[in-house]
């Protein structure tokens, strides 16, 4: 089974990838959990690229064929050998980031990107994707909080430094694709940890 968490910054996924793999090793089930950009050595070095608030100005395409060839490395490296060897994946943003970020608030075309990522992904789609909606308000202040007591998170400030109208046309992309792509699984973000948790638990039994 193959899970990817989507959402809008300082949403939780990151706490989410936690949750799951706790509740996973409960259950003694085997579990790789792995994030977009960056979930191989390869990937590293592009996640700095393209996080880093000291990295020039990036075009859209650009930033879109970098965010598609850690995508096709990690697939090809990681997911689908771990997917092979009976694995249970969850990945930390996906194919659908790409479509928030580079289609909806870029503003590249969305058929292009549908097509580059089913190359990226030689055709691998999540089987679900748990979407943490919270307020783009709520989550900026968050991650603007964590920057201020971790220095990763204040180097990798890129997207955080977008204007607010940036954060809230991701937020309403993520909504859109919620509703119409079967896979999505809605968990109410604004939440606090321990109700996120327990809603994020109950969808998990579900789909096991
Ligand atoms: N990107 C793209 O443009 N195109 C693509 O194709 C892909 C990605 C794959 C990757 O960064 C960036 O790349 C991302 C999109 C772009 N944009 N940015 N930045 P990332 O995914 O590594 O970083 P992020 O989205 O900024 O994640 P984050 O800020 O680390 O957020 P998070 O993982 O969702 O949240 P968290 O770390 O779990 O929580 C943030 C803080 O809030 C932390 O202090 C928590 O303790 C706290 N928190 C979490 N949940 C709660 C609740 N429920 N209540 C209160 N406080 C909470």
Do not use: W
């Amino acid at each position: 089974m193959f899970i990817t968490i989507e959402g809008c910054e300082g949403a939780g996924k990151t706490s989410a990838i936690q949750i799951i793999q706790e509740f996973l090793k409960t259950q003694n089930i085997s579990c790789l959990t792995t994030r977009e950009p960056g979930g191989t050595t390869f990937g590293t070095t592009l996640r700095s690229l393209l996080l880093s608030k000291n990295t020039e100005y990036i075009p859209p395409y650009t930033e879109l064929f970098l965010y598609l060839a850690d995508r096709h490395h990690h697939v090809h490296t990681v997911i689908k050998p771990a997917l092979q060897q009976g694995y249970i994946v969850v990945c930390d943003r996906f194919i659908d980031s790409t479509i928030a970020y580079q289609g909806y608030a870029r503003g590249l075309p969305l058929d292009t990107i549908e097509q580059l990522n089913m190359i990226a992904t030689e055709g691998l789609l999540p089987d679900y994707t748990f979407f943490l909606d919270v307020d783009p308000c709520i989550g900026l202040e968050r991650a603007r909080r964590r920057s201020l007591i971790d220095s990763v998170s204040q180097e990798e400030s890129r997207f955080e430094n977008e204007e607010l109208v940036f954060h809230q046309t991701l937020s309403r992309a993520y909504k859109l694709m919620a509703e119409n792509v079967s896979r999505f699984i809605t968990i109410d973000a604004n939440n606090p940890v321990d109700v996120v948790k327990q809603e994020i638990i109950y969808h998990l039994q579900n789909i096991l």
